[in-house]
């Protein structure tokens, strides 16, 4: 298979946007997806890591650091500087474990679930805008190709290449 026609290799190829290949348009949508929703919660007032982090213990409340940094896919020092941070402003706590005192779980404090909440109620409107892209006639191939992409993405993760 060339590689051209999946999107790899030479994108001056591919002609204009609206020519290129489904899975590297997608690519293109995805890699924008992050910096976009790096810019909706910054221009709330809150850093994308602390805000992530927050709403993972919003979920889950009590995690281990090691467990939101798998969640987050970061590393556990990542998650221990932003959580220092978050800390120190009073959105979690740490505490040990009842049952092993060297674990230590962090919580989500009632200020950290109001960041969470006014938060997510702000970006609402931004999100609505942004993925409301899909006409309803569309919306079943859409659908279907998503689907199928997130198992084949499953299986590879899982080492199933087929």
Known sequence: ?????????????????EEWP??????????KSGP??????ESHGVSPAGFLLLRVLSGCDGARAGDVARNLMI??????????????????????DGEDRRVVRLHITE???AVVKVTNEAMAPDFWH????????????????????????????EGERG
């Open 1 to 17: 298979m060339d590689p051209n026609e999946l999107g790899f290799g030479d994108l001056s190829a591919l002609g204009p946007l």
């Open 22 to 31: 489904i899975g590297r348009l997608f690519a293109a949508a995805a890699r």
């Open 36 to 41: 976009v929703f790096m810019r909706m919660v």
């Open 75 to 96: 590393t556990p020092a990542s998650v221990t500087s932003v959580a220092d941070t978050l800390e120190r402003d009073g959105l979690l706590e740490r505490r040990r």
């Open 111 to 113: 200020s950290g679930l």
């Open 130 to 157: 942004l993925y409301n892209v899909v006409d309803p006639e569309d919306e079943p191939a859409v659908r279907r190709f998503l689907l199928r992409l997130i198992d084949r993405f499953d299986d590879f993760l």
